[in-house]
Structure formats: structure tokens, C-alpha cells
């Protein structure tokens, strides 16, 4: 019974997510769904690259947040237009929630969208926002283990972000176990170590953005 | 329509956290539901407790995770018993899952059992589990904004530990700021700041779970 009701939840939100997929490919633009726990470096990551990105490749912003508007007040200065979405109780972003956020973009202005998911490694991996990728970011002071405990948010990835791996030095952290652990999960989706505090790797992540940015824009052509 | 199934659901989950405290109340034990982001430090916390409880205030634990039986490996050789109950894609423990836990558990010889809840800092906030109090746990990691952006968990918290405080000079965190954001939200949990790796604040949770014991024994008599 209650299983019904969660899978029709689950199909009506995959309709929506197919309209704003198919909105958003009619812009040149690439959406990425940005998913994490909290705190594991999410805002602070698009603080560092919509600057880097420049005038030339503008960004907005679409945060999800249960309560506050802080993470679209701290992007705010960097993009094209910041929009928080508070969810209440909420635990994830929804395709509706999304569908009414791009109603109210410029998505003609942008290169990049960027949707910031409500920190959780669990129930936003279950529901597509039309998206045309997604990046997962696992931050070093969560510990190595957490591929293997959170499986189903590292499957759907495009990209796997280790995040603060400045602090490597300092804490007890294996990345072989995460590496091991992504074989048996996801082989398709690179692993990226960044470091928003010092600049490592926000090259490699640059460059996978205007890489899978043009695949984007091929496909939809 | 999804309201009211969400509503059962919850109602459905506190009868059954109901019958789990009237049965710990049967036992002269504390039962602790930890909850916090994953990676917040909620294992390794416990295993440095339990042993500083020592023989004379036996523990078992409870663990929560979508896969591995890892945490329960980990803290099994400190305890009476683990349980790891691994909730496929459930993001949060049910009241059910804990009674059909309880039911294999040896209460009697119980000091304090701890619930280490799926590491997610929305959903667990909503279900009762028959716990006696709640500790969540906040990283330093994670930043200082968290209390302001999931208020919910917080808002239900017994006790509220800061945990990884050794990376308070690494990091740019202001315990300030949480204290601000718990003004608002619940002024009557304290703040524990401790640190499983340097042993600091050690001793005023364990002075906090045995105050804690001795009240709910007091209560229950």
C-alpha cells in the first residue's frame, strides 16, 4: 500500500523531470545536480568555480535547503540568479520544485545550472530532476568508508568529487578503500580530488564541466 | 492524498516506539538514539565510550545502514551485543525495525544501549524509535551553519555533541555561531564539545549519559 503510493510519487516525479530535461535542452546549457551530505563542501565549491568559469561561461544556482537562504545569498555575488528553495521537512529536491524554480530563470543567459540538492546521501538519489548530470561529493573528514555504507547515491554519479583533500594530511583517511569500493559500485564516473581551500584539482573539475558541457550540446543538437 | 499515508505511516511508527519504551522501561537501562550526518564521528565515538563505561556499566549497540554490517563489526568487540540493521534504501530507522532488534537482545544485562541511527541529518528527525533521549552530533567539518539549515533534528535533541573539536584550529568554524542558531531553535540541550581523538569532553558525556540514566531509572520506578 504504502509501496504504491511511493512508486506513483516516484513516476509522477519522473514525468516532470523529463519536461525540464527537455526545457533545459533547448538552451546550450549543461544542469548539474549536485548531491552530498551536509557540510561536505557544496557551496564553497561553487563559490571557487563559477568565478574560475567567468563571465564567458555564466551560472546560475538553484539550493536546497530546509530552512535559511544562506548557500544562495553566499553564491549569489557569482551568478546570473541564485534561487533558494527551502523544503520544510523535506529531504531532498523534487522535478516540481525544480519546474517551478527554471520558470522564473533566464536560461538563455546561462552555461551552467547548477542545483545544489538538500545535504543527504540518501533520499535525493532516488529522484531525477532532469538534470543532465550528477555530480556526488564525498568530503575527506566523512571518513573512506562511506561508498560502501551509501552505495545507491554513488551508482547514479557522473562524477565523484573528493572534497578537502587538503585535510588528507591531517586525518586518517584511505582513498584505495573508496577506489576499491567504486569498482563494485560505479565504474564509469571519475574521481576528482578538490580542494576549494587551496585550488587542487578545480582544473580537473573545469575541465570535466566543459567536456561533459559540449557532450551535452551534441547529443542535443 | 501523500499526506495522509506519510501521517499513517508516523502514527503507525510511535505506537510501535511506544510499546519499545514501555519495554526498555522494564530494565534499569538508558537507550540512546545518536543521530547526525554520516561521517560525523557517531562510531568512533562509540567506540571510545564504551569502554571508558567499562564492565560495570555494560552497553550494546544498535546500528543503522543502508549496506555493510562495517559499524557493527566495529563496535562489536566493546559491547554485550551489536546489531547492524541494514535499511537497503531506507534513510532513517523505524520504531519497527528497532523492536524486531530489541526482541534479540539480552535488556537485563544492560547499562545503556546506544542506536547509532542512519547517518542523515532530516529523516531520523521524525521517527520515535522508544528511544529515552536523543544525541545528535555535529562535526566541525561540517560547518557552523548547520544547526540554522536542519533545525528540525536539533530542535529534538536531549544533547547536542560537537565532535571532532581537535580541527578547530584547521578549520574556520565558529562555535558562536551554533550557539546563536540553538538560542532559536532549543535552549535546553547542552553542548558537549569533545573529540574521540584526543579524548577532550570525554568525561563530561559520560557524566551527561549517567546523570541522564539515573533520572530515566528515576522516572521509570
Chains 1, 2 share one sequence.
Not at 520544485?97 to 532516488?126: D, H, K, S, T, W
Not at 571518513?143 to 545507491?152: F, I, L, M, R, S
Not at 584511505?174 to 582544473?203: K, M, Y
Amino acid at each position: 500500500m504504502r509501496i504504491e503510493v511511493v512508486e506513483n510519487v516516484l513516476k509522477a516525479n519522473d514525468a516532470v523531470a523529463a519536461a525540464n530535461r527537455r526545457l533545459l535542452e533547448r538552451y546550450g546549457l549543461l544542469a548539474v545536480n549536485l548531491m552530498s551530505s551536509p557540510g561536505s563542501g557544496k557551496t564553497t565549491l561553487l563559490e571557487r568555480t563559477i568565478p574560475m568559469l567567468g563571465p564567458a561561461e555564466p551560472c546560475s544556482v538553484m539550493v536546497g535547503d530546509l530552512q535559511t537562504t544562506r548557500d544562495a545569498e553566499r553564491v549569489g555575488p557569482y551568478t546570473v540568479q541564485a534561487t533558494q528553495i527551502n523544503t520544510g521537512t523535506g529531504c531532498h529536491l523534487s522535478a516540481t520544485q525544480v519546474a517551478e524554480a527554471l520558470g522564473r530563470m533566464e536560461l538563455e543567459r546561462l552555461a551552467y545550472l547548477f542545483i545544489e540538492n538538500v545535504g543527504n546521501m540518501v533520499c535525493p538519489a532516488e529522484f531525477d530532476l532532469g538534470e543532465h548530470a550528477r555530480a556526488v561529493l564525498l568530503s575527506v573528514p566523512e571518513g573512506d568508508d562511506k561508498v560502501a555504507k551509501y552505495p545507491t547515491l554513488f551508482q547514479k554519479a557522473d562524477v565523484i568529487l573528493l572534497t578537502k583533500v587538503d585535510l588528507l594530511g591531517v586525518l586518517d583517511f584511505h582513498i584505495d578503500r573508496v577506489r576499491e569500493d567504486l569498482a563494485r559500485v560505479n565504474t564509469r564516473a571519475p574521481l576528482l580530488r578538490v580542494s576549494s581551500r587551496t585550488g587542487e584539482g578545480l582544473g580537473d573539475w573545469l575541465d570535466w564541466l566543459r567536456r561533459t558541457r559540449a557532450a551535452a550540446a551534441g547529443a542535443g543538437a
